[in-house]
């Protein structure tokens, strides 16, 4: 059974940055694997997300500023967040996926405020 763990939310200025960690265990498949966020009252929106190939998708909201990466370990994956902004205020969820298999991990805060 495939497991995800987020780590490194936390409470940021804005203009600050932040690094989230996500690292699947209990598959050796390698998954594609991205980054939601659900803000209070909202939908949960794809943020960005990497596939297995390497190619890359941001939403128009954070490009210029988040950037996501595969680590060297297998089904790792992090989101480096720069000039965060209040507006970039939620609970961040990895996901990993593959044909009918998904995962959610249990979600970290990321809080942007002065």
């Known amino acids: 059974q495939v497991q995800l763990v987020e780590s490194g939310g936390g409470l940021v200025q804005p203009g600050g940055s932040l690094r989230l960690s996500c690292a699947a265990s209990g598959n050796s498949v390698t998954l594609n694997m991205g980054w939601y966020r659900q803000a209070a009252g909202k939908q949960r929106e794809l943020v960005a997300d990497v596939t297995i190939s390497g190619s890359s998708y941001y939403a128009d909201s954070v490009k210029g500023r988040f950037t996501i990466s595969r680590g060297d370990a297998k089904n790792t994956v992090f989101l480096q967040m720069n000039r965060l902004k209040p507006e970039d205020t939620a609970v961040y969820y990895c996901?990993?996926?593959?044909?009918?298999?998904?995962?959610w991990g249990q979600g970290t805060l990321v809080t942007v405020s002065s």
């Open positions: 996901k990993a996926y593959l044909r009918s298999l998904e995962v």
